[in-house]
């Protein structure tokens, strides 16, 4: 480790093979703490590369525990995470919203690193017990059109970096990692990446994959997600566009304090259920279903952003999304 280390501080970059190789014996406990620590800090000074990002997904794809769901034709809302912005959990809110419109999830996820409440947080702490057991995933895919994948149960071998992830607390090359490596490995995507460089890289990793349908977006103000606060970047099978709140049919921006998550898990909760019971405000409300429209256009190619919307729009509203979250934690217990 020594000899990569001092590679990387001299700005080299490894190989696709070496990085593999790298993060194989990161999860196996053959270096230090304080060597680990140190390579996961690296990608937070420099920018990762193609085949670093390549070799580190494909290791932890070997690694993970794989689960066969006899189709692949889900979709996962998952943002890297990483952005520093402390929103509320719009990607799980609008995961709800898709399952409530009749879509099947797979959601990956878990425990918030460098924000306060990630997504496992939230489920947690209103009810859901974790689980990789194939026949209760599919017996919650059934109920509810959704499961939720919590990435630690199927990533036994991270294990030995979770507690040094957790004390460096703050982005690493695993943000980076979490929407690629979905043990479900559905067919449909909605990315959300903290920087445009890495969107760049995810659309270059996406295209390779022939099977897969994928939206990668990246508000331009550093969101991972669709804000609504800036002009969002988004990377999609068929090319690459600029769009607006407008896009959505929002005619204004919006002001960050308007979607921001709450100081601890509990009141992130609490927003969480406000808005599946249609108390939000229509800030949140905006937010969650123009992320769910664009992963529900992400799985119907022909129809336009608008009639996604509206389809995303009336999940929430009639409480379909509420009742796919009732039905999920009840198939859970």
Not at 27 to 32: R, V
Not at 49 to 57: A, H, I, K, S, Y
Not at 71 to 82: K, N, W
Not at 254 to 271: C, F, H, R, W
Request: glycine share 6%; net charge positive; aromatic share 10%.
């Amino acid at each position: 480790m020594k000899n990569i280390l001092n590679r990387l501080f001299n700005r080299e970059t490894l190989s696709k093979k070496e990085a593999k190789e790298v993060f194989i014996n990161l999860s196996e406990g053959k270096y230090n703490p304080s060597q680990m620590a140190a390579f996961m800090t690296i990608y937070c000074i420099r920018n990762i590369t193609v085949q670093e990002l390549d070799g580190f997904r494909e290791a932890m794809l070997e690694l993970c525990i794989p689960i066969n769901l006899s189709s692949h034709e889900y979709i996962d809302l998952c943002g890297t995470g990483g952005d520093g912005k402390d929103t509320f959990n719009i990607s799980t809110l609008a995961s709800f919203v898709v399952a409530g419109a009749g879509y099947q999830v797979t959601k990956h996820g878990n425990y918030g690193v460098s924000s306060g409440c990630g997504s496992s947080n939230v489920m947690e702490y209103l009810g859901y017990h974790f689980t990789n057991d194939i026949n209760q995933l599919k017996k919650q895919l059934d109920q509810s059109n959704i499961c939720f994948l919590h990435a630690p149960l199927f990533n036994p071998a991270m294990k030995i970096v979770a507690p040094i992830r957790k004390e460096i607390g703050v982005k690493t090359f695993f943000n980076m990692l979490g929407p690629m490596v979905n043990p479900a490995q559905p067919n449909y995507q909605l990315i959300g990446v903290f920087n445009l460089e890495l969107a760049r890289i995810y659309a270059y990793l996406y295209q390779t994959q022939p099977t897969k349908r994928y939206t990668i977006i990246h508000a331009l103000d550093g969101y991972d997600e669709v804000s609504l606060t800036s002009n969002i970047k988004i990377y999609h099978n068929h090319g690459e566009k600029l769009i607006t709140p407008q896009y959505f049919g929002i005619n204004q921006k919006l002001n960050p304090n308007q979607i921001k998550g709450g100081v601890d898990v509990k009141s992130s909760a609490t927003i969480f259920k406000n808005i599946l019971n249609g108390q939000g405000s229509d800030a949140q409300k905006w937010v969650v279903i123009s992320n769910a429209a664009l992963a529900i256009q992400t799985i119907l190619s022909n129809k336009s952003i608008a009639e996604c919307y509206l389809i995303a729009e009336e999940s929430l509203q009639s409480k379909k999304a509420k009742n796919a979250f009732k039905k999920l934690i009840a198939s859970s217990s």
